[in-house]
């Protein structure tokens, strides 16, 4: 799961983007005679420290094209914090929001209108709904889980509690010798096989943290997974393939799931290891990471609700979870209480990955790291990761050149958009991820690249993202009107909307479910 | 004596004052932070747990009161949002925000005193006087709206110094503190070529050219003791004005700094970590205010006589 937490990047929308909009706001009340407004106002909140450009820019945009169909919209901005405090206590009409995952599983999209859910951010509940969407998630197969989902969203399109509006492409400009990286519809970033000496990319938002039990926003999962890595992981094609594991298998009922775990692989250097065989990883250390992150408040524990003895283990009535087995040492079993498929996606998450038995409570991760991935990381000072290459990494290219290629990877914190454009340009930044806000310096309108940029490759990737607009169902009278709903959903232009504002780099979205995702294409 | 014993009392209120404005400020923020940390996908039962290990939801004067007992212990807690010691975060980023302020301070102290002397040293009162107009000019600037201009000069087309901050490169500092330091240059290059001017155009001066000493005599013996010290009990008055414009400076050319911290525990609502940030503000802001009032005290006798 988890909402994409995309964070001030700059203080001021800057003034390309807000310039465009209110000339495309000019020529819309232009071509067509304002109608009177009819009926109820609606009022739209939305977190104006989340990739605020994007977010005002979009919502200016539906303010306007709702007044040419009589809908008056009054827009509510306001801080991180605010904002859940009115979402949790269903402060609000309407919310204009963001959804995106870490792995490639529909449930993920849909656990949002279950009525116990945690956070419902349309407070919808539906005895209907809660049956279709518990008979998918618990589907013994992937075919019966599709076939529910499906027709849990049919339901949703009907009773319109979100609005789809449209899902993210995402856009690097690299510099030519960097035109090896990879990235995928999670968001999963390869510098791998980069063939440079080192090489330098950014984020713009801040680093919660660097362990990767509780990594969920886009910035610690950009740091933790060079240096980490699960069981398996998705490739560039959002396929899974295999990682610490070499295979797996599902028993017949879909009830068990067993690992083999490839051999000689080794964690970075600690100090708290004793001997050399403990840096091995063996499916011991797999069992301890998993409990491990069970214990800690981490975001993701949920992936574990039906393990064997996990909510015992949660409750603090165990020491031990039955159902995660080190069967021999390179041998990892998971034992369900239940058949559910739906664990293998889950293992995708970073909470999932695997850190060594013998890592202190107390250890200090930003001192360095302690996993297997590709990278190592050196030093943290709050701003900069500087990494270098894992010698003993395990994988190697087709032709068998060992990975990763570069033998340092230098990854910044850069909030102001226009600071790392200048950098990459006088080449200081090997990759470049172009936000909105910078969208009007490097694509013409019609989205193709403008000239001065044509001596670096561009590389677009379709997220499996989501961005929609979210009623309140439990307040009226937009909540209980499916009539005014469908009014609202009658009046978005998203071809406009994804042609003009993100000149054409997006994918208008029609269902809860984006276009990509396995079973919804 | 009794007025440096009396000193460190007024210290010590003004910190305690300080700190608890800060909680109160922090504790009255709207917003909670327990979302922010769990995820979207956490439980009620989750939420609640937070909460109470976080202590936040208990009352307003027990919350005061264990602040601060821990405090005086010098226990900071933990970050609610990273979950790291607060104590760490802040050593993590206290150099570079200490090597910004400094630079921008040595910054001032060149162009408002070092450069203004050796200009009037050398005779040429119209180059001081624009000099002087060139830095007000660029103090109007709100520091944000500096930096992203000097940047798109001096790094996208000069190409002098580099766009990303990096801190082993000295050239790195350059831009910098000369956003940092552009506002208190402007007020203190100002009020000290005033004062120069009204120095030299006083009784004692004029003895002095009468007695035939040199004018340089004159500048460094007669001039100097008087103009240096109102204005540097300017720049003194004004260091608060380095903490804060470092919020905006590191955040445009991302500085690993105490600055960028503050701004993001004020946006998570990271309670923990903002006090603890704004005791280190205070206690070091009093603590160099005091210092240097005390060094000016040395140098002007007469304040020493007026607090005796």
């Not at chain 1, 067509?32 to 605020?52: D, F, H, K, V, W």
């Not at chain 1, 901005?77 to 995952?101: C, I, M, Q």
């Not at chain 1, 003895?309 to 998971?334: L, N, V, W």
């Not at chain 1, 001192?367 to 000072?381: C, M």
Request: aromatic residues 12%; glycine residues 6%; charged residues 20%.
């Amino acid at each position: 799961m988890s909402v994409r937490r995309h964070n001030l990047s700059a203080p001021k929308a800057p003034l390309a983007v807000t310039f465009t909009t209110v000339l495309l706001l000019f020529s819309i009340s232009c071509s067509r005679p304002a109608a009177l407004t009819q009926g109820p106002s609606l009022a739209i909140l939305y977190n104006a420290e989340e990739q605020p450009t994007e977010k005002s820019a979009v919502a200016q945009l539906l303010q306007s094209e709702f007044r040419q169909k009589g809908i008056s919209v009054r827009l509510d901005p306001v801080s991180n914090t605010l904002y859940n405090e009115r979402l949790s206590k269903g402060d609000f009409e309407a919310t204009l929001n963001l959804w995106y995952l870490d792995y490639n599983d529909p449930e993920g999209y849909l656990t949002d209108f279950y009525s116990k859910a945690g956070y419902r951010s349309a407070k919808y509940s539906s005895a209907e709904y809660d049956g279709l969407y518990l008979a998918g998630l618990l589907a013994p197969t992937e075919a019966d889980k599709v076939r529910y989902f499906r027709e849990a969203v049919t339901l949703l399109d009907h009773e319109v509690p979100w609005i789809p509006l449209y899902s993210n492409t995402e856009i690097f400009l690299l510099q030519p010798r960097a035109a090896g990286f990879r990235s995928n519809a999670y968001q999963y970033y390869d510098y791998r096989r980069v063939d440079m000496e080192s090489i330098r990319a950014s984020s713009d938002v801040e680093v919660q943290t660097l362990d990767p039990a509780l990594a969920y926003d886009l910035a610690s999962k950009h740091i933790v997974t060079q240096s980490y890595e699960g069981l398996i992981a998705l490739d560039a094609n959002s396929k899974i393939v295999p990682a610490l594991a070499t295979e797996w298998q599902f028993s017949p009922k879909m009830d068990s799931l067993t690992f083999r775990l490839r051999a000689g692989v080794r964690f970075h250097t600690a100090p708290f290891f004793k001997t050399a065989a403990e840096r091995e990883v063996t499916s011991i250390d797999v069992k301890s990471s998993f409990e491990r992150m069970l214990k800690s408040n981490s975001p993701y524990t949920y992936i574990f609700d039906h393990v064997q003895g996990a909510q015992e283990f949660k409750a603090g009535k165990s020491t031990d979870i039955p159902g995660f087995r080190a069967r021999d040492k390179y041998t990892f079993q998971i034992v369900l209480d239940r058949p559910f498929p739906t664990i293998l996606e889950w293992l995708l998450a970073p909470a999932a990955y695997v850190l060594p038995k013998g890592l202190p409570s107390n250890y200090d991760l930003s001192r360095g790291s302690v996993g297997t991935g590709p990278f190592i990381l050196q030093s943290w000072d709050g701003v900069t990761a500087r990494f270098v290459a894992n010698p003993e990494y395990w994988a190697a290219d087709e032709t068998g050149r060992r990975l990763p290629y570069p033998k340092t990877l230098t990854l910044r914190i850069i909030k102001d958009a226009n600071t790392a454009l200048t950098g990459f340009r006088q080449g200081e930044l090997d990759v470049l991820n172009v936000p909105l806000a910078l969208f009007s310096d490097v694509f013409e309108l019609d989205g193709r690249v403008k000239p001065a940029w044509h001596e670096y490759q561009l590389h677009e990737v379709k997220l499996n993202n989501l961005k929609f607009l979210a009623f309140n169902m439990q307040k009226g009278p937009w909540g209980n009107d499916l009539g005014l709903r469908r009014r609202v959903d009658e009046a978005i232009n998203r071809d406009l909307l994804v042609k003009q504002l993100f000149r054409g780099k997006a994918r208008p979205a029609y269902s809860v479910i984006p276009s990509g995702v396995p079973g919804f294409e | 004596m009794r007025a440096l014993c009396t000193r460190a009392a007024f210290l010590i209120a003004a910190v305690w004052v300080i700190v608890s404005i800060a909680f109160l400020c922090v504790y009255a923020l709207p917003g909670d932070p327990a979302r922010l940390v769990l995820g979207q996908r956490a439980t009620p039962e989750a939420l609640a747990e937070f909460r109470l290990r976080a202590g936040l939801d208990e009352p307003l004067y027990r919350r005061y009161v264990a602040f601060l007992r821990r405090t005086a212990e010098l226990d900071f807690g933990e970050s609610l949002v990273q979950r790291r010691p607060v104590q760490d975060l802040i050593l993590e980023r206290a150099p570079q925000t200490a090597g910004l302020i400094a630079a921008a301070v040595a910054s001032v102290l060149v162009f408002s005193f070092v450069l203004p002397i050796l200009l009037r040293l050398l005779g040429t009162r119209s180059g001081l006087r624009v000099f002087e107009r060139f830095w007000a000019g660029a103090a109007v600037a709100p520091p944000y709206v500096l930096a992203v201009v000097v940047l798109a000069i001096f790094a996208g087309w000069l190409n002098w110094v580099p766009a990303i901050f990096e801190p082993s490169q000295l050239r790195s500092w350059a831009l910098p503190a000369l956003v940092l330091a552009a506002y208190p240059t402007a007020i203190v290059l100002r009020l000290f070529h005033q004062q120069m001017e009204q120095a030299f155009n006083s009784p004692y001066v004029l003895r002095a050219r009468a007695m035939g000493f040199s004018e340089r005599r004159i500048l460094l013996s007669e001039v100097l003791p008087n103009a240096l010290t109102t204005a540097l009990a300017a720049l003194a008055n004004g260091l608060a004005f380095f903490v804060t414009g470092t919020f905006f400076v590191e955040v445009v050319f991302g500085i690993s700094g105490l600055g960028g911290l503050t701004y993001d525990a004020i946006r998570n609502k990271d309670i923990a970590l903002l006090v603890g940030l704004c005791i280190v503000f205070a206690v070091s802001i009093t603590a160099i205010s005091v210092t240097l009032e005390a060094a000016l005290r040395f140098l002007n006798p007469r304040l020493r006589e007026a607090h005796a």
